[in-house]
Structure formats: C-alpha cells, structure tokens
C-alpha cells in the first residue's frame, strides 16, 4: 500500500479546489467556480467574492455582484444556518436536503 505525503495531500487539495493544476490553468468564469464548487461560504460577501475571484482570475467584484443581480448565483442558507453562494438551479434541491436537519430532524418548521 502506498501512503500519501503530506506533500501529496496538499497538493490534491489545491487541485481539487480549484486553486492548482489544469482547472486553475482554464481561467473559469465566476459562474463556473461556483458551480464547480456547488457552495461557497459567504457569511462575509467580501470574501466570498474573493473566494470565486482568486479560482477565476480577472473577475472583479462586479462581475459577481452581477451573477448575484441576474440570479444565477444566490447567497442564502442552504447548509448549517451559515451564507453559502450557490447556482440558483441547486438550492432547491439543496434546501429540500438540509432544511429539515435545522429544524431538529422534522419536517415541519418549529411552532
């Protein structure tokens, strides 16, 4: 059995996240960090952004404030009562899954 370095570790994190290797090197657009990354945590918009822009190089704030002024990306709370940026299309879905959970495990909101 081959064991992993922490080297190896590291450097499959980055990858996988968007910030090393041939998905870095594609110059995404912002739209496509957050669907890749399906949510972004966004408890501070600034650095949401920030988290989108370093994965998709020239984006500016603006452009973000756009997918967020078209709808395409929504900041909501889909998971642990905590802003997540997320596609639009996938919060359905997403709030279907995780909402009961924050209601204690029913279906049904609290009285």
């Given at each position: 059995m081959t064991r992993a370095t922490r080297t190896d570790i590291t450097r499959r994190r980055l990858i996988s996240q968007g910030l090393a290797g041939p998905a870095a090197a594609l110059g995404r657009d912002p739209a496509q960090v957050v669907d890749r990354l399906?949510?972004?945590?966004?408890?501070?918009l600034r650095w949401a952004k920030w988290a989108?822009?370093?994965?998709?190089?020239?984006?500016?704030?603006a452009d973000i404030d756009t997918l967020l002024d078209t709808g395409r990306v929504v900041r909501s709370w889909p998971m642990r009562g905590t802003l997540h940026l997320v596609p639009a299309e996938d919060l359905g879905w997403m709030l279907a899954l995780t909402t009961p959970r924050l209601w204690g495990g029913r279906g049904d909101p609290p009285p």
């Open positions: 399906l949510a972004v945590q966004a408890q501070d989108v822009g370093v994965r998709a190089p020239g984006t500016t704030s």
